[in-house]
């Protein structure tokens, strides 16, 4: 299969996707004691930030392109619901054509969050990542998604980053397009059009889930694979990435 994807504990599959799943005991990430000022400045300023329950457009303020043509990384802070009684949407951009979401999917009555990215009618032909634990605590988290278009010989690849710690990546070595995601409308933590199949419900459907502010995004960037180690303080409302002792598969 050209599709694949991990997570850091998986056991079963859904039944809406052809994307293998595996599992992994080493996805997570220690810290190093290196300083952490070097991999914020390899992402400078965020490109934009975006309002939490609010429509937007999916392009990049710096020249009006859609934002699905280019390396992307977004950072927001997600309360997560105590139980998950159906799917909800942290994000999306684009729709059928081409789009990207996370999403928390309820199938089979199997909670698990889910990174696409890439085709949006044919799940075959994207980007996936499932993660089957998702931290249904009622508890805030730095959630970091990263999307890389593809590029041969480099794949496409999706990865989902929760408190520091990689849980879950996806590739896809021969989609049919450069675009993870196409012109319609984005929204955090609701939805306008989203990839077929997937949850249209807000974030907040859920017992106890929400999410805070904006969301960072950094056009045509991607996270270093030495700086996958990501603090967060829930009583602070800034972030630090920080260095990690071990570097993810590129």
């Known amino acids: 299969s050209s599709s694949s994807s991990s997570s850091s504990s998986s056991s079963s599959s859904s039944s809406s996707s052809s994307s293998s799943t595996s599992s992994s005991s080493s996805s997570s990430h220690s810290s190093s004691s290196s300083s ?15 309002t939490s329950g609010t429509v937007f457009s999916p392009e990049r303020p710096s020249d009006n392109t859609d934002m699905g043509k280019y390396n ?5 802070r997600v309360t997560f619901p105590t ?5 909800a949407v942290i994000f999306e951009a684009g729709g059928s054509g081409y789009g990207g979401i996370l999403a928390l999917r309820v199938d089979n009555n199997v909670p698990f969050l889910r990174l696409r ?7 075959t032909q994207a980007c996936v990542a499932d993660i089957y634990d998702p931290p249904l605590d009622g508890k805030e988290y730095l959630v970091v998604w990263e999307i890389r278009i593809y590029a041969d010989p480099l794949p496409m690849r999706v990865r989902l980053f929760i408190s520091g710690t990689l849980r879950g990546e996806g590739y896809h070595s021969s989609p049919p397009s450069t675009l993870w995601a196409g012109s319609n409308d984005a929204c955090f933590g609701c939805s306008s059009s989203v990839p077929t199949g997937e949850p249209t419900a807000d974030w907040s459907v859920n017992t106890g889930a929400s999410v805070s502010g904006s969301v960072s995004y950094w056009s045509d960037k991607l996270m270093d694979d030495a700086c996958t180690n990501i603090t967060y303080s829930s009583s602070s409302s800034s972030s630090s990435i920080s260095s990690s002792s071990s570097s993810s598969s590129s």
């Open 36 to 50: 952490s000022s070097s991999c914020v400045a390899s992402l400078g300023d965020p490109s934009a930030t975006f």
């Open 72 to 76: 992307a990384v977004y950072s927001a």
């Open 83 to 87: 139980s998950a009684m159906q799917g």
């Open 117 to 123: 990215a890439g085709m949006g009618s044919d799940i």
